[in-house]
């Protein structure tokens, strides 16, 4: 009974020890090896509008101008997504108080293959879904400093 016992004891020992340098655990990933994965896909959607003018020709022409102001601010939408705003402003102060204060906003892009997955026209308005798709390795060489 004894050498069943001690046999028992020195298997379950054995099979412990084997089973704990098994242990699988998940790879650690490197942050900066992780910022250089290319494999995904980065997807930009905006949603610009036009308004058709009131005074036009007929209203084929009105719609064809919502159209074209519907994906111009798409696309001035999408520049601004991918390169940012740039924001002028000045302020000017008369006997201690403010009598005049300006603000420009500018965006200065070049925006390729973007594409208009949607389009309506409804009530005058004019609108647009364009969508602009790029790899993280096109990503990483456009806007990487």
Not at 115 to 135: C, H, N, P, Q, W
């Amino acid at each position: 009974m004894s050498r069943w016992f001690i046999t028992l004891l020195t298997s379950l020992g054995l099979v412990m020890l084997v089973s704990g340098c098994a242990s699988k655990e998940a790879p650690v990933k490197d942050p900066k090896a992780a910022a250089y994965d290319f494999s995904n896909e980065k997807s930009f959607v905006v949603y610009g509008e036009g308004i058709a003018p009131q005074n036009t020709v007929s209203p084929a022409q009105a719609i064809a101008l919502a159209k074209r102001a519907a994906i111009t601010d798409g696309y001035r939408q999408l520049g601004e997504k991918l390169y940012g705003v740039k924001i002028n402003s000045s302020e000017t102060v008369k006997d201690a108080a403010l009598k005049d204060s300006r603000i420009v906003a500018s965006v200065n892009a070049l925006v390729k293959d973007a594409a208009i997955t949607d389009a309506m026209f409804k009530d005058g308005l004019y609108s647009v879904r364009m969508e602009i798709t790029m790899s993280a390795r096109r990503w990483h060489e456009l806007f990487a400093y």
